[in-house]
């Protein structure tokens, strides 16, 4: 079982960066791999990033590679999301996930374990 706790988010500016973390519960986190999602209003889940269970390998949606990096620590349990240079269209709900076998990175109902959510709000 994996509990996951997400903080950070805010309203920015057009241009600003925010870094949102998740935390996690239970001892087995460090073989789960770790995904960002984000649903604006009215819109479907959209995968943002996703990083393996070693963080060896990340993997990130065409509309933010460059932007956002995704990194965990696992002794501390934690996943980040650093944001930079962000737009309006950044304006979402994110949640992060946690999944046993990462298999299709940007399929959400691969992931078995999400956390509430947490308000990005960039102006312009």
């Known amino acids: 079982q994996v509990q996951l706790v997400e903080s950070g988010g805010g309203l920015v500016q057009a241009g600003g960066s925010l870094r949102l973390s998740c935390a996690a519960s239970?001892?087995?986190?460090?073989?789960?791999?770790m995904g960002w999602f984000r649903q604006a209003p009215g819109k479907e889940r959209e995968f943002v990033a996703a990083?393996?269970?070693?963080?060896?390998?990340?993997y990130y949606a065409d509309s933010v590679k460059g932007r956002f990096v995704i990194s965990r620590d696992s002794a501390k349990n934690m996943v980040y999301l650093q944001m930079n240079s962000l737009r309006p269209e950044d304006t979402a709900t994110y949640c992060c996930?946690?999944?046993?076998?990462?298999?299709?990175?940007?399929?959400?109902?691969?992931?078995?374990?999400w956390g509430q959510g947490t308000q990005v709000t960039v102006s312009s």
């Open positions: 996930a946690a999944v046993r076998v990462l298999r299709r990175v940007g399929v959400p109902q691969d992931y078995d374990y």
């Open positions: 239970g001892r087995t986190f460090s073989s789960y791999a």
């Open positions: 990083i393996t269970w070693s963080g060896g390998s990340t």
